[in-house]
T-cell receptor
Framework: DVKVTQSSRYLVKRTGEKVFLECVQD?????MFWYRQDPGLGLRLIYF???????EKGDIPEGYSVSREKKERFSLILESASTNQTSMYLC????????????FGPGTRLTVL | GIQVEQSPPDLILQEGANSTLRCNFS?????LQWFHQNPWGQLINLFY???GTKQNGRLSATTVATERYSLLYISSSQTTDSGVYFC??????????FGQGTRLTINP
């Protein structure tokens, strides 16, 4: 079975803090994705990566950056957390072809106070 | 960009009932997926179905690509089927665009 894990299920941070969310997949997938999910807005793509050290902006990249130094790990960074970044963050991975399904991690619920 | 609309937004049923969830999309697609998000937030892939019909146990899905819609059928609903069901289509090479979801509640 494909396994995608995320570093925390729940996280509480203060405004202005630097926040790291980590995602690891164990199936040698080429592509990895970060989404945020908000009530009434569904899932929105923040960033994705199709190879090590490669990244592409999604629909809402402002206020976020990403890092992919190793194939299995994709990190989402909030340089200076703000209250409007309180959300559920979901990581996903897929093998590489456009027909491939995406597999999701359990999510991190981030609260910024 | 491509638009994805799901209906109904909410559905409340008794255990044992059947249900049909709909997904309309605004452009031709070569990748359509259905997901179930359980009450703990985990998204599980149900079907990859850009066209045709697939079945998995009590669940089945049909996509009519020429008419730009997909249907998810759940038969003999169980309380464990509760959650939010998302349809998602591919835009560009790798970006999935999600619908707003259908929240399904199955009461015992």
């Amino acid at each position: 079975d494909v396994k995608v894990t995320q570093s925390s299920r729940y996280l509480v941070k203060r405004t202005g803090e630097k926040v790291f969310l980590e995602c690891v997949q164990d199936m040698d997938h080429e592509n990895m994705f970060w989404y945020r999910q908000d009530p009434g807005l569904g899932l929105r793509l923040i960033y994705f990566s199709y190879d090590v050290k490669m990244k592409e902006k999604g629909d809402i990249p402002e206020g976020y950056s990403v890092s992919r130094e190793k194939k299995e790990r994709f990190s989402l960074i909030l340089e200076s957390a703000s209250t409007n970044q309180t959300s559920m963050y979901l990581c996903a991975s897929s093998l590489g072809h456009y027909t491939d399904t995406q597999y999701f991690g359990p999510g991190t619920r981030l609260t910024v106070l | 960009g491509i638009q994805v609309e799901q209906s109904p937004p909410d559905l409340i049923l008794q255990e044992g009932a059947n249900s049909t969830l709909r997904c309309n999309f605004s452009d031709s697609v070569n990748n359509l997926q259905w997901f179930h998000q359980n009450p703990w937030g985990q998204l599980i892939n149900l079907f990859y179905i850009p066209s045709g019909t697939k079945q998995n146990g009590r669940l089945s899905a049909t996509t009519v690509a020429t008419e730009r819609y997909s249907l998810l059928y759940i038969s003999s609903s169980q309380t464990t089927d509760s959650g939010v069901y998302f349809c998602a289509v591919l835009q560009g090479a790798q970006k999935l665009v999600f619908g707003q979801g259908t929240r399904l509640t199955i009461n015992p």
